[in-house]
């Protein structure tokens, strides 16, 4: 998939990439991400990605899902193991989850007041159509 740029409804633009894609940028601003949780091998990506969004200035994960209780779930853990390992006590970082990818997709638009977007949803088209219809 190449990385594709879609314009919402204020301004703002979600980066619709995948995880390959996602690890050669660089994010200036705080942003915020939504995985996708619809089977073991997606929740297991998204759970390697943490260490790296957080580096990178992650301020939001978006869980979205059969599975994005458990992958929100596992990435508390893994912000607290950050947390821990950093000496960060000051993150911050909020996540939500939602098995209704409508829903899911109207709380990653509109929950967040991070500047940039990023949705690893390279798999999921029918989710990129969720988030242009919202």
């Given at each position: 998939m ?8 204020d ?21 915020a991400?939504?995985?996708?949780a ?19 200035g992650c ?9 994005s ?50 949705a ?13 219809a919202?």
């Open positions: 190449t990385t594709k740029g879609l314009d919402i409804w301004g703002r633009t979600v980066l619709v990439c995948s995880a390959q894609e996602l690890r050669k940028r660089v994010f200036d601003e705080p942003f991400i939504l995985l996708p619809f089977n073991t091998v997606e929740q297991e990506q998204a759970e390697q990605l943490v260490s790296f969004l957080l580096d990178q301020v939001q994960f978006c869980c979205v899902g059969p599975d209780e458990l992958l929100h779930d596992n990435i508390d853990m893994l912000i607290a193991i950050y947390s821990i390992e950093h000496d960060r006590n000051d993150l911050g970082i909020l996540t939500v989850w939602d098995t209704d990818s409508s829903e899911g997709a109207w709380n990653f638009l509109f929950l967040t007041d991070a500047v940039d977007l990023v690893l949803l390279d798999a999921h088209p029918d989710l990129i159509k969720e988030l242009e919202v």
